[in-house]
């Protein structure tokens, strides 16, 4: 019982919060079991985002290509993300209620060059990954205002919505969905909706809830044009439509 009170506290559970589920088993105390169930899904939302999109980055690797990915898609996501983490190291928040974010941001950030370096534009990639990595550092500088930490966490939601509504114009506009890697897309959606909950359980942050919200609607769509196209080649032709 010590080894699991370790483990459990206080990376999961305050101490309140042990003794009544592990010492008294009261099972049912539900602000500890909601405290409990928060904790364990951001966890597993981080380690799990270790993986979210290696899928997609050794399905442009294996092609030699990123068509059917939007690059302006990649860059407006990347800034949501970038703003999310931001927002969340300046408020303290713990690692659990936005983790992911990190790692997020490193796979989304080799997405980009890639996409451009298969592109034929190598060095604007190069351009992209010093320019991209020294903005980062000034933001999470003392440097950076705290105002503008809150702009760039509400401009997540525009962010988030156009580069959703890129990437499924691209999609139709090419009528299938190329090397857009559809157990990135699922894991990704079954992420911001998990991540309603913990933001609002361990962040009480509203403007950070509502961002995963919108995040859902938009992941949403794009899994839903991935089943529609999903027996079309990346080869067809543009506008070309599943019957």
Known sequence: MAALQGLLVPHLLPERCYDELFVRFNLLHVPCLKILISKGLGLAIVAGSLMVKLP???KILGARSAVGLSVQAVLLELLAITGTMVYSLAHGFPFSAWGEALFLMLQTVAIGFLALHFGGRTAQGVSFLVLYFTLLCLLLSPLTPPP????LQAANMPAIVVSRLLQAATNYRNGHTGQLS???VF???GGSLARIFTSVQETGDPLLALTYVVSSVCNGVIAAQLLYYWHV???AGAGKKRE
């Open 56 to 58: 997609q980055v050794f």
């Open 148 to 151: 503008v930490v809150t702009l």
């Open 187 to 189: 894991l990704l959606l």
């Open 233 to 235: 080649p990346a080869g």
């Open 182 to 184: 559809a157990v990135t």
